[in-house]
Structure formats: C-alpha cells, structure tokens
C-alpha cells in the first residue's frame, strides 16, 4: 500500500494550522473549504454555513462541551477528504460560534494519521501521512487540487515528506 505524506510550510511562527480539504456527505461532491488543525478538540466540527451549503440532515444532537460552557448541537454524517486523498466518513457536530474556518479537525481525524508539528527560526512545518504507522512510501499531492488559499503565511507548495515518518508526538 503507498501512502500519503504531506508538508506545509509556514513563514513565522504559526498560531494556527489551517489547510485547505474537501467535505460531503458520503458519496457526494466535495465542497472546498478551510479547515484548522485541532489538537484540543475531541471531535471534528463543521459550521452551520457548511451544513447548510451541502444541504445536509441532521443525524440528531449532542451535548459538547468548550470553553464557553455546554450546549446542544446537530450531528452531521459527512466525508472528510485531507490534502493528501484520504477520506473518512465521520459524525461531524456543527458549530454556530465564529471559528475563523470551515472545519476543525479534531482528535477523531488526527489520531488516524501520522501527525507533527515543528517550529524554530525558519517558520512552522506541519506534516501528516496516511496510512498511520506505515513507511512504505510518498506520494506528493499538488497543492491545486484544492484551490482554497489557506493562510497568507502559506507558501503553497506542499511537499513530500522523507522517510522515516514522524509518528504521532501528541
């Protein structure tokens, strides 16, 4: 099996990590949207404003918890697809809080990948590969597939991460 590793580069330090990817529901046509990197939530999330652009259905509610206290939200099954191809379908809840993206991709997402994050002088550098805990390989997926500009530190060339991968660090 090959699998997919991907890098970004951030000039500076990075307060946050946002990527462009695609979401549906299963089966569907991907929407392009913005997705930040969410080590601190448990589940992904996508907006009211995504649910409503795929014309989704509520599959039911939940309780989540945040920062600012608890509150019941609608659960969406939708297809995550990341830069680098893979793709899972996943209850997503939705969000009706500004998040300054589309997506957040939590811990449900990140922990099936391989996952790290770097930061010194020359900037931030995000990397991720599917399949977890495999090194059989790389495959560079162009940054065009998903046309959506991302952060305005981004230098929009992902690049092919070497072997050996990093494993998850979190």
């Known amino acids: 099996m090959i699998s997919n590793a991907i ?3 951030f000039n500076g330090p990075a307060r946050k990590i ?19 990197w969410d080590t601190g939530a448990t589940n992904s999330v996508i907006t009211l404003d995504v649910a409503k ?9 939940t309780v989540i918890n945040g920062v600012t206290g608890s509150q019941v939200v609608d659960s969406y099954l939708v297809t995550f697809i990341l830069p680098n191809g893979f793709s899972k379908d996943i209850f997503a ?3 009706t809080a500004a998040i300054g993206c589309d997506v957040l991709i939590g811990m449900d997402i990140i922990s099936m990948v391989d996952f790290a ?9 995000f990397s991720f590969k599917t399949p977890h805990g495999k090194d059989s390989g790389s495959k560079t997926i162009a940054y065009n597939q998903l046309k959506t500009q991302t952060n305005s530190h981004f230098t929009k060339k992902p690049t092919t991460h070497p072997t050996p991968y990093l494993r998850n660090i979190f």
């Open 7 to 9: 890098t970004y580069r």
């Open 93 to 95: 809840t939705s969000c």
């Open 18 to 36: 946002t990527t462009p990817m695609g979401v549906s529901m299963p089966n569907g046509n991907p929407l392009e949207v913005v997705a930040i």
């Open 117 to 125: 994050i770097t930061s010194g002088q020359q900037g931030t550098t």
């Open 53 to 61: 652009r795929l014309n989704l259905c509520s599959e039911g509610s």
